[in-house]
């Protein structure tokens, strides 16, 4: 009587311990969480704060002269005239008007490092299209220069105005309250490939490549996965030989992506001696990574397409490929474009491979075919985050969250088919 | 003609076959009676012409373009006189990129020695008959193959048997394809392997503890052979592996915990994909994330504290990373606690076991294996990112176990070799290759042990 009365006090006195103990596994777990969870927003807190600035575009607006004494081009059909033109010499005359105390040469000089790289060009193209307009005053939009942009864009940070001299900074502090300087929406982001200077690069190039590269994966690794997916499942015999290649695609799907670089580099470029930097290899080698991920997502879906489907069309004297061409492939069909735009969302976010096919050339142009050099999001992010220029890392977060974008909305739309047509049975 | 031309004019000539073979079909039935007298419908008839025309046609056109650029290589090579021949592979390659340039048109015949534009009509010439003879041939086999199917549409034939072995024979190549890619890996891994390990004796590789892959251009330079030895590699990798699983074991392991016994339903609907999102989002972007925000945080907070840290931390590439693999600790882990018999916690728990003790005394230790199994994959996933540390990590291999200093990884290595122009032949470009199988090997056995404990352990419950 008094042992178990002891043992009851021992329970109980022991209770309280015990149940703060429980509380205190319990909030381990939810701090677990909150962790995971902070991270995330602290990732995407990072990028979208670091790349807003990547989607505005600093403009100098100016009606310009174009005046041909000052440019001592007399004709501008003549590219021996071009070549020799001096096209910056109205734009300073324009920002000049604007600021009318800048005064001599060197002062001239650091004005004129206001303007983008690429502003004479901006020029000699207005003129050569339209030579006519020679000798009359145009209203002309530059990109202003990175270093501007900047400054502009992080207003009042000092950290971001140390390539300004002083001077500079004061002249845009005054044009920008004229309205000379403007900030718009960055179109160029959108229009154009890399280049070397921030004000001028875009991501359409890596668009465009990222897409090439994604339709060769999708040509040859969601054929090739159902049809892999679909033997394994309903027609492979039980052998050593269905073994091994079951085990070949477990094995496939964690193997490190860099080693499928390594494949492409050794087996594509080097054996079959195809070109490097195309979305051709690119592809083929994303092709081979996603392959495993494909093959186990399709044979899960048609593992869930019951039994009793395919003995019916047995019953009623189908073939064994009849049932599986007519009935458990179209069943199985939402389970596996799922698994399949899973399979491309991860491609498309891979990088490691394609530095190794030499996808990370600096390349200027929007590629126009298979065939042609292109670069991938993921990789011109990369190449990108490794500029030290400010203005490159802006852009590099702007191309971040382009291809998170594709991302989400990919997984969405497999989410969103997944809801729609999957049927429980 | 192109390839990239070839390709779909192929399969228009077997659109073509199908549309022929349909309509002979339907004819030969007709005076029968009827389609019914066929021993298969007419899909099947035109199904087969179709793969009469169209498969091996492809096959010798993938066949032909796969090699013919390394043939023809082989043989402008040969046109050259044999006193200009090229001595090493890297000469080979310099000169054949001289000879295809001024084929191109990008290099002026007149800068180059005759005898590379000599080269240069040759691979011209090469390759359009190449080309010609390629178009030629397979179209020709595809027309061969549809005419010969054509012919063979006969009430007495049953063309669907045909077409399902095919078919069959076709899926069951789809799925050794798998196998083909493994083998695709180990062999080119493997030769260069070999023949690095011609240069540098295996010893020293495995057991060298300085690495320095630059090896100087010309024999005379100082310090010409460079340094093979991987430890400080290995050192490296498993440095930041090491703290990625401290960081994503523990949240992974206890998010999965909390998730499948304590959350609601509806808390667990929400959280679980949010969660999984940082699985989807690529490394690319981590890696952004811990060279630009994670590696300057650590290193102002390292000089707040007195300590000097590398602006290139181990510790930065690994916290980043470890947070990459929570999602995937957590799942794994979800798993094999859900897979751990009800009954065992309702037995806890009726003899008055609070949930954490259930979960800490009967469903952790029997879920152990499995969990173990778990973690030993995100290890082989940690040993394998790549891009986290290329961004992250440094370059330089320092043997050291400081989190706060800078290390390189394996994949690091790897990628910085072979990024960029290299010629095939040196030991440096080779050395790479010799990671490569290295860490292929290291995340294969990882694997291989990992679904095996997974395994055994699922059949215990099963």
Not at chain 2, 64 to 78: C, L, S, T
Not at chain 2, 194 to 199: K, L, Y
Not at chain 2, 384 to 409: D, F, K, R
Request: aromatic content about 8%; proline content about 5%; glycine content about 8%.
């Amino acid at each position: 009587m008094t042992d178990q009365r002891s043992q009851a006090e021992i329970v109980r006195k022991s209770l309280k311990r015990r149940y703060r103990k429980e509380r205190r596994f319990r909030l381990y777990g939810m701090l677990a969480i909150f962790i995971a969870l902070a991270s995330l927003v602290t990732l995407f807190a990072d990028i979208i704060s670091k790349g807003h600035t990547g989607f505005v575009k600093t403009t100098i607006t100016l009606d310009v002269n174009l005046d041909s004494e000052l440019m001592y081009l007399e004709d501008p059909t003549d590219a021996d005239q071009r070549s020799m033109a001096d096209f910056v010499a109205p734009i300073v005359a324009a920002l000049q008007e604007q600021l009318p105390e800048v005064d001599g040469a060197g002062e001239k000089r650091e004005l004129g490092r206001l303007l983008g790289t690429y502003a004479a060009s901006e020029i000699s193209d207005v003129l050569i299209n339209n030579p006519e307009l020679l000798d009359t005053t145009q209203t002309i939009e530059f990109l202003a220069h990175d270093r501007v942009s900047v400054y502009v864009k992080h207003a009042g940070n000092p950290r971001y105005s140390i390539k300004l001299s002083e001077q500079q900074q004061r002249w845009v502090d005054e044009l920008l309250e004229k309205g000379v300087i403007d900030t718009s929406f960055n179109d160029v982001l959108f229009s154009r490939g890399d280049s070397r200077e921030p004000a001028n690069a875009g991501v359409l190039g890596a668009i465009v490549g990222s897409l090439l590269t994604m339709l060769v994966t999708l040509a040859i690794s969601f054929p090739v996965g159902i049809a892999a997916a679909v033997y394994l499942e309903e027609f492979a015999p039980e052998n050593k030989l269905t073994d091994f290649i079951e085990v070949n695609i477990n094995n496939l799907a964690a193997v490190p992506s860099i080693i499928f670089g390594l494949l492409g580099l050794a087996v594509f470029i080097g054996l079959f001696g195809m070109p490097r930097s195309v979305p051709v290899v690119g592809g083929l080698v994303l092709a081979l990574m996603t392959l495993p991920t494909i093959i186990i997502s399709s044979r899960a879906a048609i593992k869930s397409v019951p039994p009793s489907i395919r003995e019916a069309a047995e019953g009623v004297g189908a073939s064994k490929m009849q049932v599986v061409l007519h009935h458990v492939i179209p069943l199985a069909m939402p389970g596996m474009l799922t698994g399949s735009i899973i399979g491309m969302a991860q491609a498309l976010g891979e990088t490691a491979p394609l530095l190794l096919i030499g996808m990370v050339a600096f390349i200027v142009d929007v590629p126009g075919g298979f065939f042609d050099s292109a670069t991938v999001l993921p990789v011109q992010i990369y190449l990108w985050a490794s500029s030290s220029e400010q203005g490159f890392v802006e852009l590099a977060s702007a191309a971040i969250m382009v291809l998170l974008t594709f991302m989400i909305s990919m997984n969405a739309l497999a989410i969103w088919l997944r809801k729609r047509l999957e049927r429980r049975w | 003609m192109q390839t990239a031309n070839l390709l779909p004019l192929v399969l228009v000539l077997a659109v073509v076959a199908y549309g022929l073979a349909y309509m002979r079909s339907r004819a030969v039935a007709a005076p029968l009676g009827g389609i019914r007298n066929l021993k298969a419908l007419p899909f099947y008839y035109a199904a087969r012409a179709a793969l009469w025309c169209a498969i091996p046609a492809l096959i010798v056109l993938a066949t032909w373009a796969g090699f013919e650029g390394k043939i023809i290589q082989g043989i402008v090579i040969a046109t050259l006189p044999p006193d200009t021949w090229p001595e090493s592979p890297g000469q080979a390659s310099l000169i054949l990129s001289q000879i295809s340039n001024v084929a191109a048109g990008k290099l002026n015949p007149e800068f180059v020695p005759e005898h590379i534009a000599g080269a240069a009509s040759v691979l011209e010439a090469m390759e359009s008959r190449s080309e010609n003879f390629k178009a030629t041939l397979v179209l020709l086999i595809a027309v061969l193959g549809g005419t010969f199917a054509w012919t063979r549409v006969a009430p007495h034939i049953n063309a669907r048997k045909n077409v399902e072995t095919t078919l069959r024979r076709i899926f069951f190549v789809c799925a050794a394809l798998a196998v083909l890619t493994t083998a695709g890996i180990v062999f080119s891994v493997f030769f260069e392997t070999v023949r690095f390990f011609n240069r540098v004796p295996i010893t020293e590789f495995l057991f060298g503890t300085s690495w320095s892959p630059q090896t100087a251009l010309r024999a005379d330079q100082v310090g010409s052979d460079g340094a093979f030895g991987v430890i400080p590699l290995f050192t490296g990798t498993l440095l930041i592996s090491a703290i990625a699983l401290l960081v994503a074991v523990p949240i992974g392991l206890l998010s999965a915990i909390y998730l499948s016994e304590y959350a609601s339903k509806r808390m667990r609907s929400t959280i679980k994909p949010v969660l999984e999102m940082l699985a989807g989002i690529p490394t690319v972007v981590y890696g952004f994330f811990a060279a630009l925000t994670v590696a300057p945080f650590i290193r102002d907070l390292a000089g707040l504290v007195g300590m000097e840290a590398s602006s290139q931390s181990a510790l930065a590439a690994g916290l980043v990373m470890g947070i990459m693999i929570v999602p995937f600790v957590s799942s794994l882990s979800d798993d094999v606690i859900n897979a751990v018999p009800q009954t065992m916690r309702d037995g806890s728990l009726a003899l008055g076991a609070t949930q954490s003790e259930t979960m800490k005394k009967v469903i952790f230790p029997a879920a152990l294996p499995g969990i173990i199994g778990g973690i030993l994959l995100a290890a082989s996933r940690a040993i394998g990112e790549t891009m986290i540390v290329v961004m992250a990590a440094g370059l330089a291999a320092n043997l050291t176990a400081n989190p706060l200093e800078s290390v390189t990884t394996v994949t690091v290595q790897i990628a910085t070799l072979l990024v960029g122009d290299q010629e095939f032949d040196s030991a440096k470009t080779l050395s790479a290759f010799a990671l490569g199988m290295l860490l292929f090997i290291v995340t294969l056995l990882l694997n291989v042990v990992a679904l095996k404990i997974v395994r055994k352990y699922r059949e215990q419950y099963d």
